[in-house]
């Protein structure tokens, strides 16, 4: 892959590193030679990223043309809102309180080249930060208001660099292009690079180990080279040409931040990052299920102004669900209507809106996975032991989960295996788990979860390792299809 740095003018980068080459931002849009080269990472150092500037468009066109660039067109949009730069910035707090502690202004500016600042102290922050907002030249605006508060983060032009830095700049930038991850050093016979990213502490992963060294045997056998990432590895994602989440989802985790990123880098990604957007959220689930009439058990969205109905509308015992919840957890049962006003006090002190359910109880909980909207596999998932959930946090350790049953499509009521498709082909063609229960004769969708569990043992009992080989199979035809779209985008 060929390594372009792209500047307003070559004069803004007097620098020689070995297998990197310098153009201008004019040179790159408009030379055919450009346009049709196959395989390339662009290092945009424009001096602006305006909207509609060549900075913008040097960018934008790398995309369109299939070229990796940094910072990639989602990056520059990033890091115009406020509002994005603080809820990307809010797991790095506690570095950024530990690394400006001893600064006695109210301000503070940090400038960061290739992921480096000139002051040791700063070397962690400047690090996560870089890895958070990808592009070579950084300048971090802190302000302080009881704590620190990253104010705005934006790109330093290269002609802004200022001379007492540029020696430092060009050691940080040397070392930046030398690294493995931009050289052609590792060679591998292999079609396509695979990252998986794992937890290796998570006590109850979507995966466990032998069904993780199922997913690389599987993916061998197609012609990836796999590797297991951790949170760690987030300025890596660049390398790969997809990424599988087997880390437990949220939002406001990094798992989301690792889906964004490879999206935005153009990876294909399970979970893709509008998956986990709409089923981390119970809140969003009930609204698109409710207006798409598929049947949910009896469901109200709590606030503060009609708390005083939940009785009335769903009787006692009832369930209250926190909107992120997941695992069984965040998911309380409520008998009386004391229980019923502490838990609400809770709940809606951390959100404003959450759900209320009627109680109903069964013996299981049917587990469909669907993949690309068909199904792939079914499950009974039993209660736990003396528990109304499948999980049951407090009890002992051998009666936290109940037993399970993998079943047969033919044994699949149809209500069943249509309210799953119904219900998962609302949200996307991604890997879904929906769960439901069976009542009656009829179905109700509890909800639909991005990241299924896929263990081996469990879920892949009928499929066996054809399970695995299935969800890559389709990794590989979405990289494929990804691939023959740009391709045939291109001028002939």
């Known amino acids: 892959m060929r390594k372009l740095v792209v500047v307003n003018n070559p004069k803004d980068w007097d620098i020689d590193i070995e297998e990197v080459e310098v153009i201008d931002a004019q040179r790159y849009l ?25 900075g913008y468009y040097v960018s934008l066109l790398a995309e369109a043309r299939g070229h990796r660039a940094i910072p990639n067109v989602t990056t520059i949009q990033d890091m115009k809102s406020q509002t994005i730069v603080r809820a990307i910035t809010d797991e790095i707090n506690e570095t950024i309180q530990k690394s400006l502690s001893k600064l006695k202004s109210k301000s503070f500016t940090l400038s960061i080249y290739f992921g480096q600042n000139v002051a040791k102290q700063y070397e962690k922050l400047s690090k996560q930060l870089h890895d958070l907002f990808q592009a070579p030249l950084l300048r971090a605006q802190f302000v302080y208001n009881k704590e620190w508060v990253l104010e705005s983060i934006s790109p330093i032009p290269v002609n802004e660099v200022p001379e007492h830095h540029m020696r430092y700049m060009m050691k940080y930038a040397k070392a930046y292009f030398a690294r493995n991850r931009f050289s052609s050093a590792r060679v591998s016979k292999k079609v396509y690079d695979l990252a998986i990213l794992v937890n290796p502490t998570e006590k109850d992963p979507p995966s466990n180990d032998k069904a993780l060294q199922n997913f690389i045997d599987a993916a061998g056998s197609l012609g990836f080279y796999t590797e297991l990432i951790t949170k760690e590895d987030y300025r890596r994602l660049s390398e790969f040409d997809a990424l599988l989440i087997r880390e437990t989802t949220s939002v406001n985790h990094h798992t989301y931040r690792f889906a964004r990123r490879a999206h935005a880098d153009g990876l294909v990604v399970i979970d893709d990052p509008v998956s986990i957007l709409r089923c981390t959220n119970k809140v969003y689930l009930a609204e ?5 009439k598929v049947s949910i058990p009896k469901t109200m969205i709590i606030h503060r102004d009609n708390c005083v109905k939940v009785v009335e509308e769903l009787g006692l015992p009832c369930v209250l669900k926190k909107p ?74 051998k009666d936290v989960s109940g037993n399970f049953e993998t079943v047969p499509f033919a044994d699949v009521p149809f209500n069943v295996l249509h309210t799953a498709l119904k219900a998962a082909n609302l949200i996307g063609d991604g890997l879904y788990g929906v769960d439901l229960k069976e009542i009656d004769g009829k179905a109700y969708i509890i909800e639909v979860n991005d990241n299924p569990n896929i263990d081996a043992g469990v879920e892949d009992q009928i499929l066996k390792k054809e399970l695995y080989l299935t969800i890559l199979k389709s990794i590989k035809r979405r990289i494929e299809l990804q691939k023959n779209i740009v391709n045939n985008n291109e001028p002939s």
């Open 30 to 54: 408009t030379d055919p030679a450009y346009i049709e080269m196959k395989s390339a990472r662009v290092f945009n150092l424009c001096r602006s990223y305006k909207y509609q500037s060549s």
């Open 288 to 292: 698109l299920l409710t207006k798409a």
């Open 324 to 397: 992120d919840s997941s695992f069984s957890q965040g998911v309380v049962k409520v008998k009386t209507e004391e229980e019923l006003q502490e838990q609400l006090k809770d709940m809606l002190y951390e959100s404003d809106l959450i759900i209320g359910q009627e109680f109903t109880p069964t013996d299981f909980d049917w587990r469909i996975g669907i993949l690309d909207k068909q199904p792939l596999y079914a499950c009974k998932y039993f209660m736990a032991k003396d528990h109304w959930q499948i999980y049951n946090w407090e009890g002992k350790k």
